[in-house]
Structure formats: structure tokens, C-alpha cells
């Protein structure tokens, strides 16, 4: 009976430790205030020669139209109205064709960048489906804000352009795409 008594005895002593150490804990809590959460602004803005329009009329077959800087174009990513780098695509989209059809798939374009004194050439090809993006011209990349690159665009109706084709016309837009810096969607 003893042995009992002084096992209950040891226990009851064992259970109000574990309940003492238990029931004290320390902490400690602080707070971090006045946080907030802000988006981004991008806003590409453009001037130049090709930011109003392209008038090509009277084209010969094998010319190069705008080799002077007659067509350039301004890409600025604007230091009031943005505060994100961007990057940025040239795309063209077609809006009619003269009644000869397939018009379009004879007009070549040249794009290049001015870099310093000199033009670097980032695509040429058929205007139609033109695609000139980050990967054909890395300074596509990244345009800070408050920057601005200078572009120009020369056309040309292609030498192989046959005699059914003449008097024939094509409308069409070009299209300067941005994205923030760090969109890897494109």
C-alpha cells in the first residue's frame, strides 16, 4: 500500500510540473505599420513620321521607300504617365486589299534602330505578318522610363512583283505593342 501511495504521490508531482511548464509560455508581438500596395503604370507614347500615317503611292517594283528617315517612329516610355520598364513590338495588321488580291504578300519592309550615329537592321520581309519583337532586336526589350528609341521603316514593292499588280493598293495599320519588362509571355 505504501509502494501505491508514494507511485500516486510521484505522479500527482510529475503532472503539476508538466502542468506548470505548460501553462507558462512567453511571447512577444509587434506590429509594422502604415503598408500599402500600389500597381504599376505603363504608358508607350509615340511620335514620328509613322506615328500619324504611311502614304505609299505610284510604288515601283525593286525601290526602297523611306531610306532618307522619311518614316520613323519614337517609341517613349512616358516618365509622367508611367513607372515600369517595358518592352515592345512592331506588328502590322491589314485592313483591305484591292480587288487584285494577295497585294499585301508584295510590299517588304525594313526596320531598323537608330544606335548611336548608326542603323542597326533588326527585320526585313513581307509586311504582312511582320513581327518585329525582343528577339529579333533585344534593345526591344527594355525601355525604361523616361526613354525613348528611335526607329525608321523602309517599303518597297517586290522586284518579282508581276504586271497584274499594278494599280493595286493595301491598307494597313502598324501596331506598337508594350508590355511590362518582366511579362515572359512575350
Not at 4 to 17: A, D, E, F, M, P
Request: include cysteine; glycine fraction near 8%.
Amino acid at each position: 500500500m505504501k509502494k501505491i501511495i508514494l507511485s500516486l504521490g510521484t505522479l500527482c508531482v510529475i503532472t503539476g510540473i508538466a502542468i506548470g511548464v505548460t501553462a507558462a509560455y512567453f511571447n512577444s508581438h509587434r506590429q509594422i505599420l502604415g503598408n500599402a500596395a500600389t500597381a504599376g503604370k505603363l504608358n508607350i507614347d509615340w511620335n514620328g513620321s509613322v506615328a500619324s500615317s504611311v502614304n505609299l503611292t505610284a510604288m515601283e517594283p525593286g525601290v526602297w521607300y523611306g531610306a532618307n528617315g522619311e518614316y520613323t517612329l519614337f517609341p517613349t516610355n512616358d516618365a509622367d504617365e508611367s513607372n515600369l520598364a517595358a518592352k515592345y513590338k512592331f506588328t502590322e495588321s491589314l485592313v483591305e486589299e484591292s480587288e487584285s488580291g494577295m497585294y499585301a504578300d508584295y510590299v517588304n519592309v525594313k526596320v531598323a534602330k537608330k544606335e548611336d550615329a548608326e542603323w542597326i537592321s533588326c527585320f526585313e520581309g513581307k509586311l504582312k505578318g511582320m513581327d518585329v519583337n525582343p528577339s529579333l532586336c533585344a534593345a526591344m526589350g527594355n525601355l525604361e522610363v523616361g526613354e525613348t528609341h528611335d526607329w525608321r521603316f523602309e517599303f518597297r514593292l517586290d522586284p518579282e512583283t508581276s504586271n497584274q499588280y499594278q494599280g493595286a493598293s493595301v491598307s494597313f495599320n502598324l501596331n506598337l505593342l508594350a508590355t511590362q519588362k518582366t511579362n515572359p509571355s512575350w
